[in-house]
């Protein structure tokens, strides 16, 4: 969806690194989320936030920090990558409602290899 | 949340209806069912979603049994562009977004 934009498409980087991976929407959508997918399997929920200041951790957040710098930015860090954080990263926006209610929008994703 | 099971894979031809079932037996009350598909390398999109009976749109109709255990997408007249995986998503309003997982998904193969 051309209205979630996820910045870089690709990266490459060797373990201990920090990287950032930032994500943009400009569907006015409150609600914004970091997932991770990993080859063959389903998304999991690392990072979620509600408005610029609430943000909650998903199922799996250790070794992932994020941060959300304006309603329609959300940035996900990993402060020092390990190479099974391998994985194709997708940030999404929602509307209101509850979860499995809300229509979810999703970026292009973000391929991530971690040497 | 309630867990969703779903066949890992299923195959078709270009126009028969494609019918793929989604298992969630421990369904809240308050839980919507949501089916995304997904393509490779890209982001998942948003098909359908309902509560019960039957919901249909321009793409797909979504059956939903009286006691909401299970749920049945339906493609119509599917086309090789419906190669695709596809997720059934059940949402727990009650214990909030962080157990909110898309599962494994059912990888639909449509052949000439």
């Known amino acids: 969806d051309a209205d979630v934009t996820q910045t870089p498409r690709n990266r490459i980087t060797k373990t201990g690194k920090r990287i950032m991976l930032e994500c943009s929407q400009t569907?006015?959508?409150?609600?914004m989320y970091w997932y991770r997918q990993d080859p063959g399997l389903g998304l999991r929920l690392i990072y979620y936030?509600?408005?610029?200041?609430?943000?909650n951790k998903g199922e799996i957040s250790d070794g992932y920090s994020v941060s959300r710098q304006a309603q329609a930015k959300f940035s996900l860090s990993l402060e020092s990558a390990i190479p099974n954080q391998t994985a194709l990263y997708f940030c999404?926006?929602?509307?209101?409602?509850?979860?499995?209610?809300?229509?979810?929008?999703f970026g292009p994703g973000t391929r991530l290899l971690v040497l | 949340l309630a867990k969703t099971t779903q066949p890992i894979s299923m195959d078709s031809y270009e126009g028969q209806e494609v019918n793929i079932t989604c298992s969630h037996n421990?369904?809240?009350?308050?839980?919507?069912i949501t089916w995304y598909q997904q393509f490779p390398s890209q982001g998942p999109r948003f098909i359908i979603q309902?509560?019960?009976t039957k919901v249909t749109n321009e793409v797909a109709s979504l059956f939903i049994p009286a006691d909401r255990k299970s749920s049945t997408l339906s493609l119509p007249r599917v086309s090789l562009s419906d190669t695709a995986v596809y997720y059934c998503?059940?949402?727990?309003?009650?214990?909030?977004?962080?157990?909110?997982?898309f599962g494994t998904g059912t990888r639909l193969l449509v052949s000439p």
């Open positions: 998503l059940v949402g727990d309003g009650y214990t909030g977004f962080q157990k909110l997982v």
């Open positions: 936030s509600f408005d610029v200041k609430d943000i």
């Open positions: 569907k006015g959508h409150d609600r």
């Open positions: 309902g509560y019960k």
């Open positions: 421990n369904i809240a009350t308050n839980d919507y």
């Open positions: 999404a926006t929602s509307d209101s409602g509850l979860a499995g209610q809300e229509t979810q929008y």
